[in-house]
Every structure is written in structure tokens, then in C-alpha cells.
């Protein structure tokens, strides 16, 4: 009897040490990689060489479905140096990264990638400035 | 049982004689001592002064006289102070007591003698008011004092780095009259002397007063000769040099220096040679109090930042305080 408690101790003790090291997929970024597949941008901001919002305020919209993201830079602004940030679905990210300072004088365009991996979707941003 | 007891009070006991062994060392009282504390913490502009306080204590005698030996001679000022200073217990508030007397600088050596009342021991200032000759250098301080018996210690700073910045404060800028601004010169001209003096070319901005423009808040505004959108209405003659400066402001930068108070925070020689300019806008508008902006001359000469102390709307004025880094 004493044997078989044993041995049912050590079975379990087993399983939970390998357990243990299960090896969780990561992404080229060393990013987890998840079982979630949904896919959007949920809010988007433009800095300005000062850190501060560029945006005029209630002026940023998202389309989610047309994947489009329009906005308002205040008059005098340096569309040249700004930077752009943005909140993306729980385990989602953006490419190409955000967070560096870029030219916006065009429209830009960065793709949402789900936590899967296996969903991308291509926002076009266009942040016009107040004339 | 008894005998285990035994075993335990002899371990206890052991432990008890070991830890009663240990090694205490006691300090040897020293006949003459000393310590130095730099006071200042923002960079050794030329022109500013280095605080330092000077402690020297006698156990054998009395404290007689000290000495401070710079490596590069200080400008004028630089010297011992003949005050110590001590916190008011009431107040709180410190005050200052004369605690030395023939404080004198000649040349790298400054000397102070002790005065009676406080020759047991004494902290003293030191003041290093940073020449021009010094800049860019490493400068030391050996610190020495001697006492009534025949003693003398010396303590050697290390070597502090001294700006190669050039700084000026509380320059008003008046849109429409000293308006034009050189960094080169660091003043500001009105467009009569830049059109007399021919000294267009060495312009890196005007400054600007326009509560909106197009209907859009503006402010306060440094902007270059060269911008097409925000100064057409000054008629600038068209034989002007109208370089493109470039400006990138700042809200988050107060340096102490510059602002005169409130913040341990500097802008140093490696802010000015690290700050690129990539895509940098020409003007640097909606400018407050406590905000600034980095600039670089159109040829890359210089680079400053300028920080603003005061904005007057009603005056239409911008006070200005700068750090300049010659780059080129």
C-alpha cells in the first residue's frame, strides 16, 4: 500500500516538473504568440517633437470595418516629425512598430497582427492638419 | 536527556565565547582631519561659480589656517568665504557666521585664516567662479589646512569637467522692435540694425507675437527667415540671407541654470552635441514660461537650447535664457 502511494506521489510530482517546462510559442519580437485570432486598432495618437498630442481633440475616428483611421492636426504642425501611437486588441501588435518619430505628411499605413499571428489587417491613416 | 542538555549549553556556551571574541577596532582619534563636498550639481558654465564647503576639524590644537590650490586660476570671486553657516533652530532658516578673516586669492592659490572663536573646527566655502581659460578642461582642487600644532592635511578633488558651453540669461525679445535673434552673437537685433549692420546672414529666427493666425491659436513663436507661412507680414527685404534654422520645442526641459531656480535638472555640453535635427520643423510656435526649444544655426555652427522664462502677452514679449554649443 505504502509502495503504491508512492509511486502515485512521484508520477504526479513527475508530471508537474515537465509541466513546468512546456515552452510557450514567441514571436520574431520575443512576443507571446496566443490563441486569440480578433484583429483591430482601437485608438490611435500622434505626438509632436514636444511629446505632446498633436490631435485635435474628438477629431480621431476608426473604422474597424473600411480598416481606416482619419484624424486632425492642430494648424502648425510639423507633419514631418511626429510620432504615432496606437492601442491594439489584447495581444495583438503593429507593424511596422509605432513609437518612432516618422513623416505623416502622407497617409500612412501600419497592420494590426493578431495574437495568433494569423490575422492581418492593413489600417490606412490619414491625419490631415487644420488650415 | 541530561546528557543532551549538556551538549546543547556547551554549543551555546562556545557560541557565546566565540562571538565575545571578535575583533573591535577602535578608531584613532586623528590630530588633524578634513572633508570636502562639492555643493553645485549643474555643469561648470563659464561665468557661473562652483560651490564647494571645506571641513577641517583639530584634535590636537586648533584649527589655523587653510588653503585651496586650483589647477586652472578662477576668475574674480573665486576665493574662501569668511562665513560658516548654521540652521536657526527657531526659524529653520540658515544663517551665516563669520568664522575666517584675510581670505585672499592670488592667482591658483586661495588662503583663509581661521578666526579664534571657531578654530576647534570649521566648514568653509570656497567659491569657483570658472574663467574662460578653463573651458573644456578638467579642473582640480587640492584643499589643505594646518593647525596650531604643527599638523596638515590635504585632500585632492577628482577632476571636474568644465563646460565647453557658453550660456546667457534674460534676453527680452519684443516682436516687432529686438526681435531678430542671433545665436551666434546671442542678442537680439531690431530689423533696423540687421538691415544697417548687414546682419541678415547670421539671423536664426525672429520672434513672433500672433494671438492666431487664421483663426488658430498661435502664441508665442520663434521662427526662421526662412519659414514661408507665419511671417509674411513683416516685408522682410528681399536682399535678406533667410537661413532655414531649425527649431524642435520642448515643454518638459526646465534647466535649473537657465530658469534661475526650482529643478536639478541641466541641459549639458552632450545634450547639445547628441540633439539631431532630422525633419525639425523651421518654427517653434505656442511658446509658454518653462518651455523651450532646441536650435541649430542653417550651417550646423551651433547648436542652443533657448528656454523662455516669461511670455507677456499685453507687451508682446518672450524672455529668453540660452545655452550655446559651438559644434563646428
Redesign the interface.
Known sequence: MKKGIFYIVFAIAGLLVFGGCTKEPVDDAGLLVTGRSQCYMSFFDLL?????TVLVSGSMQIDTVAQTVTAVA???T?M??VKPYSSVVTDATVEPRMGE?V?FSQPMQYTVVSGNRKVRKTYTITVTV?? | MNKNLTYLAVAVISCLGLAACEKTTVAVLEPLKNDLLKKTTGPAVIGTRVEFAYAIGANDGTVQNVKAEASVAGATGTGFSGFSWYTDRATGVDKPLQTATDTVTNGMVSTAKILDVSNKAVTLRYYYNVPEAARGQLVTFKFSGTSSAGKEVTFTSPGYQISKMDMTRSIVLEDGKKAYFSIADMKAYTKEEVEQGNLSGKIDFVYIYRPT??T???GHAMVSLANKS?INDLNLPAAWTKAATRL?????IRDAQLRGSGFDSYIDDIDLEKTTF????D?A??LTAD?GAFVTSADGTYVAYLFVNAVNNTAKTMTVSLKRLKVK
Do not use: E, L, M, P
Open positions: 509632436g517633437s514636444d511629446h505632446r492642430r494648424f502648425g510639423n514631418t516629425r518619430w513623416d487644420q488650415k | 493666425i487664421s488658430y491659436t498661435f507665419y524642435d520645442k520642448r515643454v518638459d532630422t525633419n525639425a520643423a518654427y510656435y505656442g518651455q
